[in-house]
């Protein structure tokens, strides 16, 4: 069998390097706003192309681009202008499910995933994007048992891709679900004009609701769980099960979060994955994994569709559940490299011996470290005031304008 491959989301340089350093196999990001998160990613130009090919290249990590939004006419040259660059650039795929694209990519010899947004559910669906993909993302709402069923189906039937080989599988293994089938969703439209299938889903179902009796007029507020939020998918309690369908690429969701988190989950799966190979995969570990990925943004996990449920489990509160928060406080100046010390400017707050920190940026990626000695003037200092300029011990090379951070953590 060969090995399952990690494919990371990726909407910054600080975040781009940090799924490289968490071992990712493959990253996926948007360029301009053609891309399902046009909204809420800081999104790559087309400019950026070349640099995030050569990072990707040094470390042999896969590139995928995401142009998977709905294309009207007037978007056709955008589209086309940016799959030229793609193709000029060597970028490995692009991941798409409107017709429009799956032509063009085509016509230029891009390789090309199905995107989820396709809603891909049974062999004969696979069998009609076949002509135009060699890897498709499954459908979100797919149990394990369908999964494997049409893994074995492709298998047993030989449905090849252009390349000429059977054609692969991607799942979602972590990250955000969409209350939505397969994230095809309209509230945003129907009330802000914004449309989810352009990228611009201002998360309607995020929200808390009233509802009221329209015969009596009385209201009241659905208490305790957000009826159209969904927790968060996560499958690195089950992964072993996840692998022995047959899927080729495991896929994390978070093109719109931090690089802390694309560290940390990739990080998570990475090792959960290779644990698998090596017959390591424990409960012990499961716990240990899931306790880093409680760490960062997540509105608590469920399992998804994968175990048989029929429904989604809400989440009962707003935002994020991360046991551990980042406070913004100040930004690298210098390092020295015969120390391994880097400077800082402390912008705010204050900060105290023994705090924790993280510290990222576009070419450092992310470095979590611990404040063991704070020296201002090379003076050795219990607390750093706002303002001051003060020097730690890192473990690596920090670069100017880097963003440091303080953790801190919930009971």
Not at 140 to 159: D, F, H, M, P, T
């Amino acid at each position: 069998m060969e090995k399952v491959k990690l494919l990371s989301p990726v909407g910054s340089f600080e975040a781009l390097q940090a799924a490289i350093q968490g071992g990712t196999d493959a990253v996926y990001f948007g360029i301009e706003q053609l891309n399902m998160r046009a909204r809420s990613s800081n999104n790559f130009t087309v400019n950026d192309l070349p640099l995030i090919k050569k990072k990707c290249a040094s470390d042999k990590v896969k590139t995928y681009l995401t142009l998977n939004t709905i294309i009207y006419d007037h978007d056709r040259s955008l589209m086309k202008s940016i799959l030229n660059a793609a193709k000029k650039h060597k970028i490995d795929a692009v991941i798409a499910s409107d017709h429009s694209v799956l032509n063009y990519a085509k016509q230029l010899g891009i390789p090309v995933h199905i995107s989820t947004q396709a809603n891909v559910c049974n062999i004969d669906s696979v069998e009609f994007f076949s002509a135009y993909a060699d890897t498709i993302v499954l459908a979100r709402e797919l149990s394990l048992r369908q999964v494997a069923e049409i893994v074995k189906q492709i298998n047993r039937n030989g449905v090849k891709g252009p390349s000429g080989e059977n054609v692969k599988i991607e799942v979602f293994a972590h990250g955000a679900l969409c209350m939505a089938v397969s994230g095809k969703c309209y509230l945003s439209l129907h009330s802000d004009f914004a449309s989810a299938n352009r990228g611009a889903c201002v998360q309607n179902c995020r929200r808390p609701y009233i509802v009221k009796d329209k015969e009596s007029g009385i209201e009241f507020e659905v208490d305790n769980e957000y009826i159209m939020s969904a927790q968060d998918l996560c499958t690195i309690g089950f992964l072993d099960k996840l692998i022995k369908t047959g899927v080729a690429i495991l896929k994390i969701e978070g093109r719109g979060r931090a690089a802390d988190y694309v560290y940390t989950v990739t990080k998570c799966y990475r090792e959960a994955i290779d644990a698998f190979y090596e017959g390591k995969y424990t409960q012990s570990k499961v716990e240990k994994w899931m306790d880093n990925l409680s760490s960062v943004f997540n509105r608590g996990f469920w399992g998804g569709y994968y175990l048989g449920k029929k429904l989604g489990e809400w989440t009962d509160s707003p935002g994020s559940k991360a046991t551990k928060t980042k406070v913004y406080i100040g930004k690298g100046m210098r390092y020295f490299s015969r120390n391994k010390v880097g400077e800082f400017k402390l912008e705010t707050n204050q900060l105290s011996l023994g705090s924790d920190l993280l510290i990222t940026g576009p070419t450092t990626g992310v470095i979590y470290t611990t404040a063991n000695e704070l020296r201002v003037n090379d003076i050795p200092v219990d607390v750093v005031k706002k303002g001051e300029l003060f020097s730690i011990s890192v473990p690596q090379k920090i670069r100017p304008s880097d963003k440091l951070y303080k953790l801190t953590y919930s009971e």
